[in-house]
């Protein structure tokens, strides 16, 4: 029986070791559950040559393998590990927030209380240290304002820019959407990239020549 | 006209400055939309506490953010940008392929000389040392010996064991699968981290406990 209990001992100590982390673990785990819903969220652009509608999830996996493949287009040396969380955390806010259209002209785009409220919550359900690392980076990105921001932007504006393309026109016929806003949104490209945005800029005006965006 | 002659010239050469990398990025851009298929091909496990199939890029995408949120928790340090990458990459393979269930007895799980085609043609689409270095992640991961592969392994085998256990059984019960088989192949992610074994491990025995897998 004293042979039992100290094994008990020993096991019980064991266990508590291995489950050290235990409470950092499962508020990992509920971050990791809640983002589930990210894949819920349908954006306004489909997918290439397509007419089904791309959801967040899929847009940040695509983004951050653009980023990866594209990272030596960068106008300036950036850390690939630092843009690609930034894209693939970059709509998570949307689970409370919503999506917004690029060319929406009501819904301000970027930064609105209903998404810093998001991001306190989703968030900060990770353990406090991590949850604060996550808020910075997507600060960082939301004010485009590092090299790492300003290349993850450019990724994020490249996709559906290849998307509409691909679909003869995609949301810029369907929501009736001018060559004049398309180069000014587009144009953030140029930050990141002048290598993706000169690409960016000539696959606009084909689309204007080919009659798929509309010269105004 | 020769002054439009010189400027032609001038633009000319800054067009090519421009324009140097333009070839590596034609390539880029086609393998960019190449993985776009990725988005079509259907798991056989399902969203959390959902009937949705999951798509290979949305489960793509959670393992590259289960990566970064869980490395403290891996057995040995590792550099999270190849993981990141390895999980971002490593069903697309599948546009070629297709997906294989991991309880499927009759096909053979990973390395088949389908999936190595697949990877020649799809990462072929790159720039040639870009593609070698994809192929050579991909292959790593498959291989599953460095601590990268080992923790990205079993980024790959928890994301499903959550969602089944949120989903009432899920695949297990959809196909029959008994407790030994969950246990043999789940204890693949005890190589990459013991503490997420551990957990692991209580989720799978506390399913047989609540009866959503059978004990067999």
Redesign the interface.
Known sequence: MIKDQVFCNFTGLLHNI??M??T??LD??A???E??K???IQRKTK??NSDRN??D??H???L???A???A??SNEPID??KV??MV??HDIVEIDAGDVFLYDTQVNHSNSDEERLAANRIFGL?PKK?AEDMIAIWEEFEAGETNEAKFAKSMDRLEPL?QNT?NNGGTWKEFDVPYKKVFEKKSVIKEGS???W??AEDLINESVANGILKNE
Chains 1, 2 share one sequence.
Do not use: G, P, R
């Open positions: 291995l489950y982390n235990t950092a673990l990992q785990i971050f990791i559950k983002i589930d990210v894949k819920y997918l290439f791309e959801n999830a899929e940040s996996w695509h951050a393998l653009m990866i493949v594209l030596e287009h690939v590990l690609v969380k693939l955390i990770l991590q290849l691909s002048t290598t993706l000169n690409y």
